[in-house]
Structure formats: C-alpha cells, structure tokens
C-alpha cells in the first residue's frame, strides 16, 4: 500500500507528524535551507545523534540516496529522517538519486513505525534541482514505494513550490 499524499505550504520545522524529513548534506552536521532550520529548530540532541553516526557509521558521511534517523529534539515529531539529495546536473541525469531519497526516507519510516511523514522539496534549493521536475520525481517516488506510512505530507516553503508539488498530474 502507498501513503496518502497531502500538500502544506509552511515552515517544515513546525509540523506535527511522526517524522520530519531533512534534505541534510553528506556531512549530518547541519547547514543552510531546511537542513539549517532543522538543526537550529531541534536543538542539539539532533546534532549529537548525527555526530554519534558520524563516529559510528557515516565517518565518510552519507552518501547520496541514502537515509538515516536521528531523534527530533525540540520538534514537534518523533524522529528526523536525514537523507541526502543530490546536486542537480545539467549533463548527468541524478534522478534516480532524487527518487532514492524518497525511497529511503519511506523505508525507514517504516522501520521506526512511522505513520505521518513530513518531506521538502529535496534538492531544489542550493542544490539547484528544477521545481518542476523534482516534484514529479518526488511523487512518482512516493506513489510507487510500498510503506506501512499512511500520511506523506510535503511540506512547502513558498507558493511557487506548492503549486508545482500540488499540481502535478497522479
């Protein structure tokens, strides 16, 4: 069975759901965009869960696709869902990297008995990925992966994203 698919224009960081997915960089060490608000909305128990991971498994980091879980301090969740998206490229065709993301995200929601999960827009912000075609790849993915999650909610920042999540055909 796939997720339910719902659309939320907003601030990520002040969702209520199971898990809070973050468009994090291969370091878990936080940065900017939703990886930056994540860490700072969070607090430090986040960022001690991703320096624990990097001492114990991701010393390299986390390699694009992939996805890892970490508690979600202060936010109004259980557990964030860390994946890394990949950087877009014009000459090199990464979408099965975006898809994996989501994938991934949703594989270990279902590890962790995830019912609601919150994503972004993976890869469209400095990492420069077409709104257009990240929203379709994002969907396809989640429409396509079996999941015990019922709720997949994409949460986005802006009206410009809203509108190219929320529009595209099922």
Known sequence: ?????????????????DAIVNAANSSLLGGGGVD???????????LAECRALRAS??????????????????LDARWVIHTVGPVWSASEDRSELLASCYRESLRVADELGARTVAFPAISTGVYRWP???????????????????EEARFVLFDARAYTAFSTQPA
Request: charged share 25%.
């Open 131 to 149: 709104l257009d075609d990240a929203a379709r790849i994002a969907l396809r993915a989640v429409r396509e992966t079996e999941t015990a999650v």
């Open 57 to 74: 498994r991701y010393g390299r980091g986390l390699p694009t696709g992939r996805a890892v879980a970490t508690t979600a301090g202060e």
């Open 1 to 17: 069975m796939s997720a339910a698919i719902t659309f939320v224009q907003g601030d990520i960081t002040r969702e209520r759901v």
């Open 36 to 46: 930056g608000a994540i860490h700072r909305r969070g607090g430090p128990a986040v």
